[in-house]
């Protein structure tokens, strides 16, 4: 496949060595030398120090020939832009970075899909969209909501003490349990679970579920202490914040603590919720924070362009006796590190938009690709075609790669779980869970 991508900043950056990977024609194209060094010589990619709105350069590149052109600029007028020329030279597929919610609304996708520009990404809007699942449960590390949230996949750092740890699979995750355990995240390992397998004190642990269960599963998890968010904490005013506070539950109420008056104005003029407090301070005064009452926080989330004062905040907030935390941390080397600090939940802008891009490329019919940053995997909603191999088998006898695993399916508007015996149709609509690099390979099983 052919992929052209505008701007080596952290997105563009990070999708071209993804891509690379998969030796699929890469082209990055940025104006900036210091953004493309060592690029073409440790990543098997062609780099380009042009300039990306430059008619000459998207020739150069070969833009009217790209399965896939990818604006992420910083400028979101200049990736519309760059969309439009790619388009008409040609280009099967655009997608553009955008910076403006306004423009994923409805009527103003189709009205830029007629100009030439297929899709638009706005990164915080889809970590805000991941926040805001990650808090409304304070006892889950990360939530995928599958065709509405008939299906959820949750994920669940088990302590000592539970009720599941220490048991063999076999008797804890039965056929007809109402939840499957698909995967466990152990000592920096994705294991996909078989029933010989046992849960021990800090896995992460990966449940397929019904919503209706998911007490269920909190109990089992030792997850009873845990309460519900009322009042959480933001540390930072950025377009994540923003965007997040915009998706609050009325339930909720925040506070925002901001050093930018003016970008407190900002964010007062956006976000019309009245259970919104800013505060014009620094929120790692720990001082601060005590005076403000973090101790009646239920949730602490970290949103600063600094991946290590979220680290240390989210320390910060877990001593001061907030159980939920959460951190965005953009440097993919410190994801480990913050793992194993069990800080909470991590989030990661570059891996979001990366997931997203991503079902873009597949040939099967796939409605969601999200990204498990914790577990180093996907989760994938696959839509069954007429005729394709999962169909002429049950689930135990497709061979299926053994980095992935199938958890649950919606047929017909009613959810399941699937388990060996489960026969799939067309049609179905399956949630597969894929450790990374394993997507690709699980597609055409689909087709």
Not at 230 to 235: P, T
Not at 391 to 419: Q, S
């Amino acid at each position: 496949m052919k992929i052209v991508i505008a701007g080596a900043g952290a997105v563009g950056t990070h999708l071209a060595k993804l891509f690379s990977r998969e030796h699929h024609d890469i082209t990055l194209i940025d104006e900036d030398p210091a953004r493309l060094a060592h690029l073409s010589s440790n990543y098997d990619m062609l780099t380009l120090q042009m300039s990306p709105s430059s008619i000459r350069s998207l020739r150069e590149a070969e833009a009217g020939r790209a399965d896939i052109f990818i604006a992420v600029t910083p400028d979101e007028a200049r990736n519309m832009m760059i969309c439009m020329l790619a388009a008409k030279l040609g280009a099967k597929k655009t997608v553009a970075r955008v910076n403006n919610a306004e423009y994923l609304a409805e009527e103003n996708v189709r009205y830029f899909q007629s100009l030439g520009v297929a899709a638009m990404i706005y990164p915080e809007e889809l970590v805000g969209e991941e926040i805001m699942a990650s808090i409304r449960r304070s006892w889950v590390r990360q939530s995928v909501a599958v065709q509405g949230g008939k299906l959820l996949l949750i994920c669940v750092k088990v302590r000592k003490g539970a009720p599941i740890v220490n048991r063999p699979l076999r008797e804890v995750s039965l056929p007809d349990s109402p939840y499957h355990i698909v995967a466990i995240k152990r000592r920096g390992e994705t294991i996909i679970p078989h029933g010989n397998d046992s849960i021990r004190h800090q896995d992460a642990v990966y449940f397929m579920t019904k919503p209706d269960y998911l007490e269920e599963i909190k109990a089992i998890a030792g997850k009873d202490d845990y309460p519900d968010v009322e009042n959480v904490v933001f540390l930072g005013g950025g377009s994540t914040t923003e965007r997040a506070l915009c998706r609050m539950p009325d339930f909720m109420h925040a506070k925002v603590f901001e050093t930018n008056e003016h970008r407190i104005e900002e964010l007062d003029g956006v976000v019309s919720n009245s259970h919104v407090m800013y505060i014009n301070g620094d929120g790692r005064d720990v001082d601060l924070l005590i005076e403000e009452g973090i101790s009646q926080a239920q949730a602490f989330v970290a949103c600063t362009t600094n991946s290590e004062m979220n680290i240390l905040s989210c320390l910060a907030a877990k001593r001061a006796g907030v159980r939920k935390t959460v951190a965005m941390v953009e440097n993919l080397d410190y994801i480990q590190m913050a793992e194993s600090l069990d800080i909470g939940s991590i989030l990661n802008k570059k891996t979001i938009a990366a997931a997203y891009i991503y079902q873009m490329m597949l040939k099967a019919d796939v409605t969601t690709v999200k990204s498990l940053l914790i577990a180093n995997a996907d989760v994938a909603e696959f839509v069954v075609a007429e005729g394709a191999k999962v169909t002429r088998h049950p689930v135990k006898d497709l061979a299926l790669p053994a980095t992935t695993t199938l958890g649950g399916m919606v047929r017909n508007g009613k959810a399941h779980l699937i388990n060996g015996l489960t026969q799939l149709q067309a049609g179905d609509i399956v949630v597969a869970f894929c450790v990374e690099g394993s997507l690709k390979r699980l597609e055409k099983y689909f087709k």
